[in-house]
T-cell receptor, first 113, second 114 residues
């Protein structure tokens, strides 16, 4: 059974810092991994999708890496801003047929001005 | 492309009442998912449609829950005889099979059962 863990559960940093969020999964037989952002009381916004054949994916100040063999992914945020404050969730497919996602519990990030 | 929409955004109901939520996916997406999220947790899968066929249901989906996607477009999720434990955010997502299956989420419906 696939399980996803995110560490740390919460993180507070001063504006301008570079930071790394971690995601680990127990079953390495995944075909992709998705990172999301969620603002309080809102839905999820897709940030990055990494296919199993890729090692990393970049979008602006965000860079996500994937190491299937070790069951780990990281989300790197460069030059953090107060507007980056949100909960970040990673998710992997629970099976190859349906694509239903198994989520971690998220990392809540606060960037202080 | 207007994204995934959900209605209502908020619903407050009394225990024992029935509620129905609607999800309109991105127009060309053939897959539609329902998830439930409680405070401080990641979303949990409830059910999934490919076109109009409901292909998988989670054990979380008790017999009080029913979902439909009658013409392979919008979907409804009904909860009968609501209980306080049903209070949660109900999220809908859609994707296009075969294109990485990247899922796009709606804003959610926040249900409060009094």
């Amino acid at each position: 059974k696939q399980e996803v863990t995110q560490i740390p559960a919460a993180l507070s940093v001063p504006e301008g810092e570079n930071l790394v969020l971690n995601c680990s999964f127990t079953d390495s037989a995944i075909y992709n991994l998705q990172w999301f952002r969620q603002d309080p009381g809102k839905g999820l916004t897709s940030l990055l999708l990494i296919q199993s054949s890729q090692r990393e994916q970049t979008s602006g100040r965000l860079n996500a890496s994937l190491d299937k063999s070790s069951g780990r992914s990281t989300l790197y945020i460069a030059a953090s801003q107060p507007g980056d404050s949100a909960t970040y969730l990673c998710a992997v497919p629970g099976s190859s047929n349906t694509g239903k996602l198994i989520f971690g519990q998220g990392t809540t990030l606060q960037v202080k001005p | 492309d207007t994204g995934v929409s959900q209605n209502p955004r908020h619903k407050i109901t009394k225990r024992g009442q029935n509620v129905t939520f609607r999800c309109d996916p991105i127009s060309e997406h053939n897959r539609l998912y329902w998830y439930r999220q409680t405070l401080g947790q990641g979303p949990e899968f409830l059910t999934y449609f490919q076109n109009e066929a409901q292909l998988e249901k989670s054990r979380l989906l008790s017999d009080r829950f029913s979902a439909e996607r009658p013409k392979g477009s919008f979907s409804t999720l009904e909860i009968q005889r609501t209980e306080q434990g049903d209070s949660a955010m109900y999220l809908c997502a859609s994707s296009l099979m075969g294109v990485g299956n990247e899922q796009f989420f709606g804003p959610g419906t926040r249900l409060t059962v009094l």
